[in-house]
């Protein structure tokens, strides 16, 4: 079976603490989807570790790591990231496996990404700018060059024409981008990519799962974020949510297993798009400095908010979660009280459904007020010794959602991460 583990809001939910954790009883961990946009960050023995293509069970030394056909791949990023991993790994590239299906970002990607972005001037959908949307575009209009390309002897003929097609693209823009001066590190990296190990993926899984290993599959990005079910136009290019990790590894749907959902205890999101908990006075710059939430990929303050129960409920469902991680609930220690919202008045009725186009839709929260807890959770290592008043609030989440807390992260610590019965 395939396990799954996904983030429930707008990215940023800790999913690659959570990942290191669970790989311990893992043999292989699988990307299904994203790009260089993703940021999981991992502790290593103290020294913070942003991954941003590669798996993040890539520091356990049992795992095997692979890139599924849902990525979208920049050559120089991966490389770069390797080399920084390489000294904490050094078993690494043994253990790294690509997808000859997952697509590739050329700079003409980066430059369309930042050109199309500049042209919407106030309406920016808050792109990373890494060409992630122009690649899958161009893979869904059948135009992309893929990692099994580079095998060919006809790679540059067809790089070649890509790169044309997206000239007359960029002639389109006012804004010019010297997208020339990436060339060289590109095809650097695409030599280096071709002497990794690149598996035809979907038979390599399936020989696993055949022969009895135990997988998990790890998105990037948030469910709020997908491409059919987030808060479109401000999305994400790619399926985000369990149904993503199919078409991402082709795998079939009764492979699937656990759902393992991630959460924080409060709500963020990076660039534009609705955001009805978002608090822009005193208190969501407290959550943000306490919670020092700052992109782990691009470094821009997020946008803070109380828990969007919700949204957190659509996800749920979307997903299918069948065991829920709550992270950062240390963070909550700083707070009295604490809120969560159970419901949206829009058009002057109540409702606990997430609307069609909440862009185009005035929705106010409707809050359910806590008290803060007793002492720090920080401070605790067991179920018996987190403050009732928590774990009240934990039930009253459990009891919205219909899903069961499974754990708790309390620190930024590997082993700050606590078992709820």
């Not at 920016?124 to 992309?144: C, E, F, H, Q, V």
């Not at 710059?285 to 992109?295: Q, S, T, Y």
Request: glycine share 10%.
């Amino acid at each position: 079976m395939v396990d799954v583990l996904l983030g429930l809001q707008w990215g940023d939910e800790g999913k690659g603490k959570i990942v290191d954790f669970l790989a311990a009883r893992y043999d292989i961990i699988a990307r299904f989807q994203g790009g260089p946009n993703a940021g999981h960050t991992l502790y290593i023995n103290g020294e913070k570790v942003v991954l941003h293509t590669i798996p993040s069970g890539v520091f356990q030394s049992h795992c095997l790591n692979l890139i599924g056909n849902g990525v979208v791949i920049d050559p120089v990023t991966l490389q770069k990231e390797i080399h920084k991993i390489l000294p904490l790994q050094a078993d690494l590239l043994q253990r790294l496996y690509i997808s000859h299906r997952a697509h590739l970002i050329l700079p003409t990607h980066r430059a369309l990404d930042a050109a199309s972005e500049a042209a919407k001037g106030s309406e920016k959908i808050g792109s990373t700018l890494k060409g992630i949307g122009p690649a899958y575009m161009d893979k869904t209009g059948r135009n992309g060059l893929r990692v099994g390309d580079l095998l060919s002897p006809d790679f540059q003929k067809k790089y070649d024409k890509l790169v044309l097609k997206h000239m007359e693209m960029l002639r389109q823009y006012s804004h010019k981008v010297e997208w020339e001066e990436w060339e060289a590190p590109f095809f650097e990296s695409i030599e280096y990519l071709r002497n990794l190990q690149i598996v035809n993926a979907e038979y390599w899984l399936d020989m696993q799962i055949k022969d009895g290993k135990n997988i998990l599959a790890e998105g990037a990005q948030g469910s709020m974020l997908d491409i059919d079910f987030g808060t479109y136009p401000f999305v994400t290019s790619s399926n985000t949510i369990t149904a993503g990790v199919c078409s991402g590894l082709g795998i079939a749907p009764s492979k699937i297993g656990d759902v393992y959902g991630i959460t924080k205890a409060y709500c963020t999101r990076v660039g534009g798009g609705p955001f009805p908990t978002e608090l822009e006075e005193e208190t969501g710059d407290a959550l943000r400095k306490a919670g020092n939430e700052f992109g782990a990929t691009t470094g821009r303050p997020r946008r803070c908010g109380w828990i969007d129960l919700v949204a957190l409920r659509y996800a749920v469902m979307l997903s299918g979660v069948t065991k829920l991680i709550v992270t950062k609930a240390d963070v909550m220690d700083h707070f009295d009280p604490v809120k969560a919202a159970v419901g949206y008045i829009i058009e002057g009725k109540e409702t606990r459904e997430f609307p069609y186009d909440l862009c185009a839709t005035d929705a106010t929260p409707v809050y359910e007020t806590f008290a803060g807890w007793e002492k720090p959770i920080s401070d605790c290592n067991t179920y018996d010794e987190l403050p009732h008043v928590f774990r009240d609030y934990c039930r009253y989440v459990e009891n919205y959602l219909e899903t069961k807390i499974a754990y708790v992260s309390n620190g930024t610590g590997r082993d700050q991460l606590i078992v709820i019965p």
